[in-house]
């Protein structure tokens, strides 16, 4: 017997009130702290779900110390069924503000342009966002005009809290063990890193943070980070003839030696990788440029870290007395590595994008996600779409009928692993 509630066609007024009271508290991640949560106002929302949770009946729901909310919604088959967890991130983007949020609903959008009220400069152009052209009909949710909305990832949470919701209310829908993770500071990088993978007891995963209706991403970029130290030697500029090497000189021929062409986030798409500046600090007797690397293979990355090499070493030919030591640290990698292992992750995702009317499409992100440090973990873990569009903008935006389906997708993935349960 099939669990799917396609025919249902989900629709939750629940779901949308739980999304915008969400993303009214301020969830900001800070990536210049050390703590972990990198920012304590993350646990305010963290909190409020362990509360919803506890209300449905997850009774092991509870926030431990590093900011991560665990639960699990206990199986109703008879059936021997993997454990799988859904998991959404709290913190939102430190990129654009994002305490006072006023979300806003666009009913019934019929094309065109939104100029977001609090600043009148802050249009969402249709030509320049073209998914805004399948939207139309539907209710589009934005922030005001002076922070970002925090889609990015609460669109996921509130979709999950649905979810759950929805299968607790309706037991005839069977499902094995179903985890629940919410985690803290994935936008600095952090989002696994005090994870208790044993605590969780998962088998697969399933991050709720990707973008376009019925999309899945199975490939993530891997990705390194670069530091360059520059020791340049230093003197009394009026008496430096013949004697200063100015480190900071140095590390602005570095930068002006990459490619113009290519090889940055700005020349680049789809497959291609990049090699990106992202901070330069220091002094004339030593500077420090920091980079960050993506490419979907390791070799690639390999290449851009020998060529970025290469052109320290060349510029340091004209300065003889000065040195570079060029440090490369591991971040992520791409996850397909690991899910292609896994078929079954996949193709049961796929399903359930079926099974909610859409039509799947698998593809890769330019970026990482929880689900790639996960992978490499030990827990498989693609993402799904959760429907937030221009995210770490003022711009940001969600549909109320994509976040239905994406709560959907949930529903019916939690029913394909119980079908095929022994």
Not at 61 to 67: P, Q, S
Not at 108 to 118: K, T
Not at 358 to 385: A, V
């Amino acid at each position: 017997m099939s669990n799917q509630i396609s025919l249902l066609n989900y629709s939750d007024p629940s779901l949308v009130q739980r999304f915008l009271k969400y993303v009214q508290v301020d969830t900001q991640s800070d990536p210049h702290s050390a703590s972990s949560p990198s920012t304590e106002k993350q646990k305010d929302l963290s909190r409020m779900l362990v509360e919803e949770l506890l209300e449905m009946g997850i009774s092991d729901a509870h926030l431990d110390e590093y900011g991560y909310v665990y639960g699990t919604l206990k199986n109703n088959s008879e059936k021997q069924v993997p454990v799988i967890c859904f998991c959404s991130h709290v913190d939102t983007s430190p990129d654009c503000p994002g305490a006072g949020v006023k979300p806003i609903i666009h009913y019934d959008y019929q094309g065109g342009d939104l100029v977001l009220p609090d600043d009148v400069a802050q249009v969402l152009r249709s030509a320049e966002h073209p998914d805004l052209a399948a939207q139309l009909g539907n209710d589009i949710i934005t922030a005001s005009g002076k922070t970002l909305l925090g889609a990015d990832n609460k669109a996921g949470v509130a979709e999950i809290m649905s979810a759950v919701e929805y299968l607790v209310q309706h037991p005839e829908i069977k499902h094995g063990d179903i985890k629940i993770l919410f985690t803290p500071d994935e936008e600095i990088g952090r989002g696994t890193a005090n994870v208790d993978l044993k605590k969780l007891g998962a088998d697969y995963a399933y991050t709720i943070d990707g973008e376009t209706l019925g999309s899945m991403e199975n490939e993530t970029f891997s990705a390194d980070g670069v530091e360059i130290v520059i020791k340049g030697v230093s003197t009394h500029p009026g008496f430096a003839k013949g004697k200063l090497e100015n480190a900071l000189k140095i590390a602005g021929e570095i930068l002006a030696g990459l490619p113009k062409e290519g090889l940055s986030p700005e020349t680049t798409s789809g497959m291609e990788g990049f090699i990106h500046p992202v901070g330069f600090s220091g002094i004339q007797e030593e500077a420090t440029l920091e980079f960050i690397i993506r490419d979907f293979t390791v070799k690639g990355l390999e290449e851009k870290e020998d060529l970025l090499k290469n052109i320290t070493g060349k510029v340091l030919e004209s300065y003889p007395n000065s040195k570079a030591e060029v440090r490369v640290t591991e971040q992520y990698r791409n996850m397909k590595e690991i899910l292609d292992q896994h078929p079954a992750v996949i193709n049961n995702a796929l399903e359930a994008i079926k099974r909610s009317g859409l039509d799947p499409k698998l593809q890769s992100i330019r970026g990482g996600t929880d689900g790639s440090r996960l992978s490499f973990m030990g827990l498989p873990c693609p993402n799904i779409f959760a429907g937030e569009h221009a995210f770490h903008s003022r711009l940001e935006w969600v549909s109320v009928q994509d976040m239905q389906k994406a709560t959907e997708v949930i529903i019916n993935l939690a029913g394909i692993w119980e079908e095929q349960g022994t």
